[in-house]
């Protein structure tokens, strides 16, 4: 029988002995590891891109700069810009963001149906007054590169999102096969589109229900 002195000093190697010798501490005891903070990336990445949002509500686009983002968001410049590269590439970011949010692409089975929620979908998103701000921006700007890139990459966002209606409404029959997505899309969303950026009407109901009779009867024959 081994034993036991009530006396005896513990051996400090019995409890190091399967820590490895870099997370010990100079005095041999194991070192407490500091957890890293859990999704701070994603969180000031939220934090500029809903200060983004804001500040478009409030002013127009050319009015803001990156100094003015960060400082909403409480982050430092040099975190936008080697995030974004520049106040375009940031206000690209949150409004594409905000065009797909609560936004999901209808799968109603009907194209009639996709239609009216995409149209209505459409509707609404350019009725903000932070994408208003951008799209007038960005046709005002037209010319400099890197505006013309932060449309290009808006639109090519929507219509990604809608592409499928019509790809799926061929795979039903109700629609041809040899009908171009893309120009469905654009003969639906085109007249809101004029509206809001042109006439400086209202998107009304009615007038988004109408968008979708005629995009129907010219693509669809019904």
């Known amino acids: 029988m081994v034993s036991t ?80 590269g520049s106040r375009t590439g940031v206000v690209s970011e949150a409004v594409m963001k905000l065009a797909v949010a609560n936004n999901p692409p209808p799968r109603t089975g009907s194209l009639a149906e996709d ?47 809608a592409r499928h209606i019509i790809e799926q409404a061929q795979q039903r029959n109700e629609i041809g096969t040899d009908i171009d997505s893309d120009d469905v899309i654009e003969s639906l969303v085109a007249p809101m589109y004029f509206r809001i950026l042109v006439s400086g009407r209202e998107v009304t109901e009615e007038f988004v229900e109408r968008c979708v009779r005629d995009t129907l009867l010219l693509f669809a024959g019904k």
Do not use: C, H
Not at 26 to 33: D, F, I, L, N, Q
């Open 5 to 84: 002195d009530a006396g005896a000093q513990p051996d400090p190697t019995a409890r190091t002995a399967d820590v490895p010798s870099s997370d010990l501490a100079a005095s041999g005891e194991p070192r407490t590891r500091s957890k890293r903070p859990g999704g701070r990336s994603a969180r000031v990445q939220e934090q500029v891109l809903t200060a983004t949002l804001a500040l478009l509500t409030e002013r127009e686009i050319d009015t803001i700069s990156v100094a003015d983002i960060a400082a909403r968001a409480n982050v430092a410049e040099t975190t936008v810009y080697r995030r974004w």
């Open 115 to 161: 239609l009216m929620t995409l149209a209505k979908q459409v509707a609404m998103l350019i009725g903000r007054p932070e994408v208003r701000r951008l799209l007038r921006a960005v046709y005002a700007l037209s010319g400099d590169p890197e505006i013309d890139e932060a449309r290009t990459a808006f639109y090519a966002a929507r219509f990604e999102i």
